[in-house]
């Protein structure tokens, strides 16, 4: 399932002296089963142009196609467009509130006015897809998890509505490493092994090169930049005058590069760069 956006503009506050421009002239397509991550400094636009997906936030003028669908078309069902397209906001931790995590997960599904059989089926399912074993956590309370376990009790719970489409705002901010981790390994998942196409909004660029088939760049409310990310990456200079880094190892390639050093511009994560180098040292114990 694709949504296409097309010439989306949204204004804040319009005809006050807080006017303010979020989005301006958008058109960008995200395509099925694809892995975009969502790139921008504070106030590009990101969180506003997500919150247009679903009909949370309705456009100042443009469309929003989704499944062939114009979801700004007046007397639209959303309750409709929102099981196909979910949203999980940046800590979305503070949005638990049962006393246990299966009724915590099973609140959308039940909802959606669905049986009590297909409610417990989905909430199993959404729990092994977060890495979560079922009779172990199902009466535990939400609040005695730690933050990553937190985490993926509230992704399970959008992903219990079986949406086509999943956006992730900032999915591991505040969390520990170990948190961070778990988060990434089930988003990784979702996308690998269920199909799910995800948009991922994030501020880590090293996340961004691992886990991203596509980056879209926003700034002042507009995208500037559109690619695969060892392209959009070799743009660093474009990138810091928006306010945006690279990858770490990105910085490390160019300065070894700078020194002779034959390495390929692409590389942008740790892995990448480790194979190369593994590569030219055996062809230098070759010589």
């Known amino acids: 399932m694709s949504i296409k956006i097309e010439n989306l503009n949204h204004i804040y506050m319009p005809k006050t002296?807080?006017?303010k421009t979020a989005l301006n002239n958008v058109s960008v397509e995200f395509k099925e089963g694809e892995f975009t991550a969502l790139i921008g400094h504070t106030g590009s636009g990101k969180s506003t142009l997500i919150q247009h997906l679903n009909g949370l936030l309705k456009p100042t003028s443009g469309k929003i196609i989704v499944d062939g669908v114009d979801i700004t078309e007046k007397k639209m069902n959303l309750t409709e467009i929102r099981k196909k397209v979910g949203l999980v906001f940046q800590?979305?931790?503070y949005q638990l509130f049962e006393e246990t995590i299966e009724k915590d997960i099973a609140f959308g599904p039940r909802n959606l006015g669905l049986s009590e059989e297909e409610i417990s089926k989905r909430v199993k399912r959404a729990m092994n897809i977060v890495g979560m074993d079922y009779d172990t956590y199902k009466e535990q309370s939400p609040f005695e998890l730690s933050g990553g376990?937190?985490?993926?009790?509230?992704?399970?719970?959008?992903?219990?509505m079986e949406p086509k489409v999943l956006i992730l705002d900032e999915p591991t901010a505040g969390l520990d490493p170990k948190g961070r981790d778990e988060i990434l390994g089930q988003i990784r998942k979702l996308h690998r092994e269920y199909k799910m196409t995800i948009i991922l909004v994030s501020h880590s660029m090293?996340?961004?090169?691992?886990?991203?088939?596509?980056?879209?760049v926003m700034n002042h409310g507009e995208i500037i930049i559109d690619g695969k990310p060892?392209?959009?990456?070799?743009?660093?200079e474009e990138l810091e005058k928006v306010g945006l880094a690279v990858p770490q190892v990105t910085y490390l390639v160019r300065s070894l590069r700078e020194k002779g050093i034959n390495l390929s511009e692409e590389i942008i994560t740790v892995e990448q760069?480790?194979?190369?180098?593994?590569?030219?040292?055996?062809?230098?114990?070759?010589?």
């Open 17 to 19: 002296p807080f006017e």
């Open 91 to 93: 800590y979305p931790e």
């Open 149 to 160: 376990q937190k985490r993926r009790v509230a992704i399970a719970g959008v992903v219990a």
């Open 206 to 216: 090293e996340d961004v090169a691992r886990l991203a088939e596509r980056v879209v």
């Open 230 to 236: 060892s392209q959009v990456f070799m743009r660093i």
């Open 273 to 287: 760069a480790k194979k190369e180098l593994l590569k030219l040292l055996k062809k230098g114990g070759n010589k």
